[in-house]
């Protein structure tokens, strides 16, 4: 086990040293201060509509309710940002949660009053040229301000959106709660596994154990079909029905709105995804054929690959059971020092810049990577608009795996660094870019291991990338079929298990095809979590987009060298207060055609032909 007292713990006295804080309580005071304020302006501008017409100096208002809305939004991102990381390092801290119902209280006061001044907006949209001539500080708005408008018109009256938000609850939210309460209580009455740990065993060594896991994962999803299927066929019916009285031809339209991406970019992608395909199948039948001829499946099918062998690790000795004489930089034990050494590393071998960046995230303690009771799984980047900065917060093992997660995170910090001095109101972006600047991270790190791994260790984690960028690829390209089709079918009538069944093999075939053998999942439908959303439908392309994209970004970079790091800081700077397709423009590179995503392909393609050339 790794020494756990050099993990550290973050400091975040330049947030707030406590709850209890004078400053923690002043940025409480300001953030209902601020709001009062909102709303006397937003109580204004009502009242000048009203009573003054078109002598409502309109481009003035709204000069001073941004300026107003940038302290305020400020302070309700840095507020629940800090709520959610302090509860996440302690979540039976009464306290911590507490807190995060008072902020949640105000965030919805905030929102609320978000609506009224969208409902201005609008009522004043024809004005915002002069606005915009007027005060040309502002004309970096324009995007946003636009977004704003083209939401609203897809509202329904105040009544009409309080009425829905209400029957939600009882309605969509509690369809998708089933669905979640139904998977988290699963459980094989022979083993006494969770439903979750089945799941996991798909990355077992123990190819019995992969298959058996499996098996059992049907079994209780079979038994539980009616159930399910209930959630999915009532929760795409609300779906299709408030989509049409808010004026969306298809779910699609609103998914692509969120994205902030065209059709045509879609397509393009989606195209380039599609042609590719004959690529992943033949990397699937590659692993196929390695797992039968080293006995590491019982698979009997050897016409492609069984989908409980997808994340197989491709290794005839578990990791955990070599000796010190055989670990290599993928298998060996990492102290966080040399974690932190080497990231900084790989990031100041892309930018300078971006080097410093790590060694003031490292130094300034914005990382919490202690595995510690009372701590939260995984890893996520939060950032804070008061001050700038970030924390990030990780479960550091000294696994591989860690270093990856690890430059992912920091990836994310950068991407918010890139932004700064930018307006609060900048700072959110459609989950097509946020994946942008971590992935692009990952990516500087995998491609330095894989240049330097042995040649056993170098299938392992070409193996480990590929099935990585495949389920982002391929299981996302099946995912948006599976759907798409839902939705076309749900217009038409109710739908059953039988009928989520049959298209999801259908959505199989169409994507995986001949890289599966007959040993398939249909029931997939039932597991993924992101379909039984209220949110955001398709919440499948944007991570495709996100892998892609950045996998563009690497080619470019492997073309331009560090002058490259200069336009990427740009981009990642911009991707605030523009469309996706504007944004790529000013980099330089046209996202509409299939060109560039198949740029981002052509990795993978080397990949591909590095492991078939290792395994002969």
Avoid at 453 to 477: M, N, P, R, T
Wanted: hydrophobic letters at 35%; glycine letters at 6%; charged letters at 25%.
């Amino acid at each position: 086990m790794t020494n756990t007292n050099k993990i550290p713990r973050w400091n975040l006295d330049s947030i707030f040293p406590s709850l209890k804080s004078d400053e923690y309580k002043a940025a409480l005071s300001d953030f209902e201060s601020g709001m009062e304020n909102l709303g006397s302006l937003l109580d204004s501008a009502q009242n000048f509509i009203k009573n003054a017409g078109e002598n409502f100096d309109f481009p003035t208002w709204l000069k001073g309710f941004l300026e107003a809305d940038e302290k305020v939004s400020a302070l309700c991102g840095s507020l629940n940002a800090y709520a959610y990381i302090i509860y996440s390092v302690d979540t039976t801290n009464t306290d911590y949660l507490n807190n995060i119902t008072t902020i949640d209280n105000l965030t919805l006061r905030y929102r609320q009053l978000d609506l009224s001044f969208k409902s201005v907006l609008l009522a004043n949209s024809g004005r915002l040229e002069d606005f915009y001539k007027r005060f040309p500080e502002f004309d970096s708005y324009r995007y946003i301000l636009n977004e704003t408008l083209e939401e609203t018109r897809h509202q329904m009256s105040a009544a009409e959106e309080k009425l829905a938000g209400e029957l939600q609850q009882t309605g969509g939210d509690a369809w998708d709660r089933l669905h979640e309460q139904l998977i988290s209580n699963l459980k094989d009455a022979e083993t006494g596994k969770t439903f979750n740990e089945l799941r996991n065993d798909a990355y077992s060594a123990d190819s019995k154990v992969r298959k058996s896991s499996y098996e059992k994962e049907i079994s209780l999803l079979k038994q539980n079909e009616i159930a399910f299927a209930a959630c999915l066929n009532n929760l795409k019916g609300e779906t299709l029905t408030l989509n049409r009285h808010r004026k969306w031809q298809k779910p699609l339209d609103r998914s692509l709105s969120s994205a902030r991406l065209s059709q045509k970019t879609l397509d393009a992608l989606i195209s380039s995804i599609e042609e590719s395909l004959p690529l992943w199948r033949e990397y699937f039948n590659l692993k196929s054929d390695f797992l039968h001829k080293n006995n590491l499946t019982v698979s009997q099918d050897k016409k492609g690959l069984a989908f409980y062998d997808l994340f197989a690790p491709l290794v005839s000795t578990p990791l955990n059971k070599r000796d010190n004489s055989e670990k290599g930089l993928l298998s060996k034990e990492w102290t966080f020092d040399e974690a932190r050494d080497y990231i900084i590393e790989r990031y100041s071998s892309f930018s300078a810049e971006m080097g410093e960046f790590a060694k003031k995230a490292f130094a300034e303690n914005w990382i919490d990577a202690e595995v510690h009771a009372g701590k939260v799984g995984g890893a996520y980047d939060e950032d804070f608009a008061l001050g700038h900065q970030s924390r990030i917060m990780t479960n550091f093992t000294g696994a591989f795996s860690d270093i990856i997660t690890l430059a992912h995170e920091l990836g994310h910090a950068y991407h918010f660094s890139c932004m700064k001095g930018k307006p609060s109101a900048f700072f959110s972006y459609p989950m097509t870019l946020a994946e942008t600047a971590s992935t692009f991270a990952e990516t500087i790190v995998k491609q330095d291991m894989i240049s330097k791994c042995s040649d056993a260790e170098k299938i392992q984690i070409l193996d480990l990338d590929l099935q990585d960028v495949s389920q982002v690829l391929v299981d996302i390209l099946c995912r948006f079929y599976f759907e798409r089709r839902v939705f076309e079918e749900r217009e038409k009538g109710e739908l059953n298990a039988d009928d989520f069944c049959r298209l999801m093999r259908e959505a199989q075939e169409k994507s995986y095809g001949n890289g599966l053998n007959s040993e398939r999942h249909e029931y997939m439908w039932a597991v993924k979590s992101h379909y039984y959303s209220t949110g955001l439908d398709f919440y499948n392309f944007p991570y495709a987009f996100g892998q892609l994209f950045a996998a563009g970004l690497y080619a470019r970079y492997q073309k331009e060298g560090k002058d490259f790091a200069k336009t990427y800081a740009e981009l990642l700077s911009n991707t605030g207060n523009m469309s996706c397709e504007d944004l790529c423009k000013k980099a330089g590179f046209d996202i509409t055609q299939k060109d560039f995503w198949k740029s981002g392909i052509e990795m993978y393609v080397g990949e591909i032909e590095m492991m078939k050339g290792l395994m002969r």
